[in-house]
């Protein structure tokens, strides 16, 4: 089945860790997106790629970085200089950039101690 | 930037429709509106969008008002299998891209 993949589900740091999230897709999409969504807040967007070795930033984009390789990968780093890194991360993808709706993943959720 | 409100809760019964409310005050004339729903430990799936007139599909019905301050997502029977968060979202334009303005969203509780 066609589908976005995140990986880990769960995952628990210590503070000044870095730690990748992975998301996989198998959909065809060219565009993929990093969003972070915590309590009381609507989801916000930390980078998207439009297509392979393309990303830009989102509206919270620092103390992350991705990366682009192949179409089908987006992991997103957490680095230690996210000061607020704990939240529940969401990966989608669509067709292309600004068209069709999105897909997401299941979601990781990142607690750091 | 535009923003949208909705209800915190709602409550349902099952295999009764279902209106869930969206006010959107400061949409411009290109906004479209979205809505999401996220399943407990999902992630949001796309139900349905719109931009002036009312639309359908498979999933809900969207009610769009004249005005296109508010709309209104309908589930024409809910089932067990509905109770959400229902995100109301405006796609905005931003420069050369468009940019999805997510709401608070609705916690939908669907009784047996």
């Known amino acids: 089945d066609g589908g976005i993949t995140q990986s880990p589900k769960y995952l628990f740091r210590k503070e000044g860790q870095n730690v990748t999230l992975s998301c996989e897709q198998n959909?065809?999409?060219?565009?993929m997106y990093w969003y972070r969504q915590d309590p009381g807040q609507g989801l916000r967007l930390i980078y998207y790629?439009?297509?392979?070795?393309?990303?830009q930033k989102g509206d919270i984009a620092e103390g992350y970085s991705v990366s682009r390789e192949k179409k089908e990968s987006f992991p997103l780093t957490v680095t230690s200089a996210q000061k607020n890194p704990t939240a529940f991360y969401l990966c989608?993808?669509?067709?292309?950039?600004?068209?069709?709706?999105?897909?997401f993943g299941e979601g990781s959720r990142l607690t750091v101690l | 930037d535009a923003k949208t409100t909705q209800p915190n809760s709602m409550e349902s019964n099952e295999e009764e429709p279902v209106h869930l409310p969206c006010n959107h005050s400061?949409?411009?004339?290109?906004?479209?509106i979205h809505w999401y729903r996220q399943l407990p430990s999902q992630g949001p799936e796309y139900v349905i969008h719109?931009?002036?007139?009312?639309v359908n599909n498979r999933m809900a019905s969207l009610a769009i008002a004249e005005d296109r301050k508010s709309s209104t997502l309908i589930l024409h029977r809910a089932t067990l299998r509905d109770a959400a968060v229902y995100y109301c979202?405006?796609?905005?334009?931003?420069?050369?891209?468009?940019?999805?303005?997510w709401g608070l969203g609705t916690s939908l509780a669907v009784n047996p």
């Open positions: 400061t949409i411009s004339g290109t906004d479209y």
């Open positions: 790629s439009q297509i392979v070795n393309d990303f």
């Open positions: 989608a993808s669509r067709v292309a950039h600004n068209t069709g709706e999105l897909f």
């Open positions: 719109g931009l002036t007139s009312n």
């Open positions: 979202i405006l796609r905005v334009n931003a420069g050369n891209n468009r940019k999805l303005i």
């Open positions: 959909l065809n999409h060219d565009a």
